[in-house]
């Protein structure tokens, strides 16, 4: 199971980004999607989750702001990022869990993305 993110890039402070990532290989199903994020020093954080019921977590700090969407069809998962922040800048991973085909759970990750806010 692969996961592949784009979307990332510069932006201005107030300005807007969409992530994607979408799962590609062999699973049964994807139960929760989210993204996490890493800034320079700090420890790895979950900004936002969706189930596959379609429940949503978010971090306070992006409450309002960001929004986690799923496309089951296409196994992506989205992130629509609004009002950015310089705080905002970080890498950005995507997390998958998988039901295998074997019947075991996996947990996957994606390779990251830069997203850099200017002020």
């Known amino acids: 199971v692969q996961l592949q993110a784009s979307g990332g890039g510069l932006v201005q402070a107030g300005g807007f980004l969409r992530l994607s990532c979408a799962a590609s290989?062999?699973?049964?199903?994807?139960?929760?999607m989210g993204w996490y994020r890493q800034a320079p020093g700090n420890q790895r954080e979950l900004v936002a989750a969706i189930t596959s019921g379609g429940s949503t977590n978010y971090a306070d700090s992006v409450k309002g702001r960001f929004t986690i969407s799923r496309d089951n069809a296409k196994n992506t998962v989205y992130l629509q990022m609004n009002s950015l922040k310089p705080e905002d800048t970080a890498v950005y991973y995507c997390?998958?869990?998988?039901?295998?085909?074997?019947?075991?759970?996996?947990?996957?990750w994606g390779k990251g993305t830069q997203v850099t806010v200017s002020s």
């Open positions: 997390n998958m869990g998988v039901s295998l085909v074997t019947g075991y759970g996996m947990d996957y």
């Open positions: 290989g062999n699973f049964f199903s994807i139960h929760t």
